[in-house]
Each structure stands twice: as structure tokens, then as C-alpha cells.
T-cell receptor, first 116, second 114 residues
Framework: EAGVVQSPRYKIIEKKQPVAFWCNPISGHNTLYWYRQNLGQGPELLIRYENEEAVDDSQLPKDRFSAERLKGVDSTLKIQPAELGDSAVYLC??????????????FGPGTRLTVL | QQQVKQSPQSLIVQKGGISIINCAYENTAFDYFPWYQQFPGKGPALLIAIRPDVSEKKEGRFTISFNKSAKQFSLHIMDSQPGDSATYFCAASSRGGGADGLTFGKGTHLIIQP
């Protein structure tokens, strides 16, 4: 079974430029998460999707970050414009969530963003 | 507000020894407590998880001990091996665990010396 796929793996941009990250979850997983992991820290949730609906985006900095999951499968996270403090690893995870279940979140390898 | 506090930040253990990592949480609504292992350049991978209705869960060399009244849980790695050298994160979530986003600790960098 293929895991969570993310691209690109690495991205270097100058501040104020836009950047986008792509995630393809494990087939059949209806819940998708975006996390940000700063150097030496644990991942922090940015947004959670149930199918195509964003059910928790309370931690997403909406002034510059946006996300979409139009057909309930793959997802894109965008930053525009990027700031120096956005340098981090952006992780995508998916889960085969079912009602009342305790389901593992499977993480992709992440995209390492460096803003210069 | 850091809802999951993890210690120690780094840990060095001799091969064959026991590695112990501790976490404490504040949110009493948390009802799912997983531990993740992360190698450099990789995403976190689930190691073992526990629900608060049990006090201990063991899978191979890995054991979670859970103390609901103290709001603490810990990971024990028995017979630690060099291949266990990685960063370990405790995490927690509420309302059924798998669906909600996870709140992670800051991580423990574990080194197993041969």
C-alpha cells in the first residue's frame, strides 16, 4: 500500500514569494491533516479535512495561508506571501476515520520550506 | 499554552538499557495518547497508543504506562538498540482520538550507544 505522498520534498524561496505544497493521502482515507513542524519541535496542526470539508482550521493563519481539498482526495496548502518565520517542515497526514474509532494518522515525509 | 509537556529533551542510553520518556497533559478531555517515532528526513510514524481506560499497554519492547489521576503517561523502551535512536513524540487528542488533530509534545532526541 502506498503511503502519503507529498511534493515537493524541498523548497527554497525568497520572502514575499508564494509557495504551494501538494499532498496525496492514502487511498480511502477520508480525513486529511496539515501540520507544521518547526525545527526541534513537535508538529502543530494547521487544518483538518473530512472529505472536502475543512472541519478545523482554527490554527491556520488565514491572512497568508490557504488550503483546499476540492474532490476530497488530494490537497494543496498555499502560503502567500511567505515570511522568514514560515521556514519549517510541512507535514501531511491522513486517517481512515470512522465514527467512534481510534484510527492512526499516517504521515507523509513532509516538505521542507526554507524562506530566505 | 503547551498542552502536552515532554521530558527529557534528550536522552542517551547504553545498548540493552531501558529508555524512559515522560509526558504530562493538561486537557482532561484528551482520550487518546499515541507515541510517534521520527527519523531524520522522515515523517512521524506511530509506535504505540493507549486509551485512558487502561493503565498499561505493551507491544514488543515498547510499553506505555498511563496515570489518569496524575495526567501523565510514559514510554518505556526495553532492551534499547542502536536502531531505536530517533526522536520520539508523545501526543494526545480528544473526542475519539483518530479524527481530531493531535497535540504533540516537543520531542525527545534518543541516542542508544553501542
Amino acid at each position: 500500500e502506498a503511503g502519503v505522498v507529498q511534493s515537493p520534498r524541498y523548497k527554497i524561496i525568497e520572502k514575499k514569494q508564494p509557495v504551494a505544497f501538494w499532498c496525496n493521502p492514502i487511498s480511502g482515507h477520508n480525513t486529511l491533516y496539515w501540520y507544521r513542524q518547526n525545527l526541534g519541535q513537535g508538529p502543530e496542526l494547521l487544518i483538518r479535512y473530512e472529505n472536502e470539508e475543512a472541519v478545523d482550521d482554527s490554527q491556520l493563519p488565514k491572512d497568508r495561508f490557504s488550503a483546499e481539498r476540492l474532490k476530497g482526495v488530494d490537497s494543496t496548502l498555499k502560503i502567500q506571501p511567505a515570511e522568514l518565520g514560515d521556514s519549517a517542515v510541512y507535514l501531511c497526514a491522513s486517517s481512515p476515520w470512522t465514527s467512534g474509532g481510534y484510527n492512526e494518522q499516517f504521515f507523509g515525509p513532509g516538505t521542507r520550506l526554507t524562506v530566505l | 499554552q503547551q498542552q502536552v509537556k515532554q521530558s527529557p529533551q534528550s536522552l542517551i542510553v547504553q545498548k540493552g538499557g531501558i529508555s524512559i520518556i515522560n509526558c504530562a497533559y493538561e486537557n482532561t478531555a484528551f482520550d487518546y495518547f499515541p507515541w510517534y517515532q521520527q527519523f531524520p528526513g522522515k515523517g512521524p510514524a506511530l509506535l504505540i497508543a493507549i486509551r485512558p481506560d487502561v493503565s498499561e499497554k505493551k507491544e514488543g519492547r515498547f510499553t506505555i504506562s498511563f496515570n489518569k489521576s496524575a495526567k501523565q503517561f510514559s514510554l518505556h523502551i526495553m532492551d534499547s538498540q542502536p536502531g531505536d535512536s530517533a526522536t520520539y513524540f508523545c501526543a494526545a487528542s480528544s473526542r475519539g482520538g483518530g479524527a481530531d488533530g493531535l497535540t504533540f509534545g516537543k520531542g525527545t532526541h534518543l541516542i542508544i550507544q553501542p
